[in-house]
């Protein structure tokens, strides 16, 4: 979802609710402690030198249960901080603290409110990391290491 997506999202919704990948939502209560822009230049696998540009929000929450954002109050904070992108229309990503760490999400809206999606990795330069196609899947969680007995204590190898 881009900026201006989210901005016509937020006047359609009738309350500022944001559902995590999990089904569960975020405190109603929530803050939007800051907005900004985010530039990540890089190199990939394949020695390509690539930039890559977000508009992102860290949604955050506290004791405060009485808070409530509007989409007024939302669209003075994406008003405020529209300098710092220059009115450009980028993909929007959401900062969400879990259990352990930042979560970082793609944001949508269906059914009258707005859903966290879950974000993966992948190789960007898949012609040049010698991966077969029809193993190009993330095996996140699920990976093991080969078991060998090459270097094994007296196994002369190390």
Known sequence: MTISQFKQAINSAN??????????????????????????NFIDCGNV????????????????????????????IINASEKLFQNADLELEVEYQD??????????????????IAKQTTCLAQDHCGIPADRMEPVAGNWKPKETSCCTPNSGCC
């Open 99 to 116: 259990a352990q760490t930042i979560g970082k999400f793609g944001i949508d809206f269906q059914n009258g409110f707005f859903q966290l």
């Open 49 to 76: 030198v690539r930039e890559q540009k977000a508009i992102t929000f860290q949604v955050w929450f506290a004791g405060d249960v009485e808070h409530r954002l509007t989409a007024d109050k939302v669209h003075k």
């Open 15 to 40: 309350d500022l609710l944001i559902q995590l990948p999990n089904g569960t939502f975020v405190p109603p209560h929530f803050h939007i402690t800051e907005m900004g822009l985010l530039t990540k």
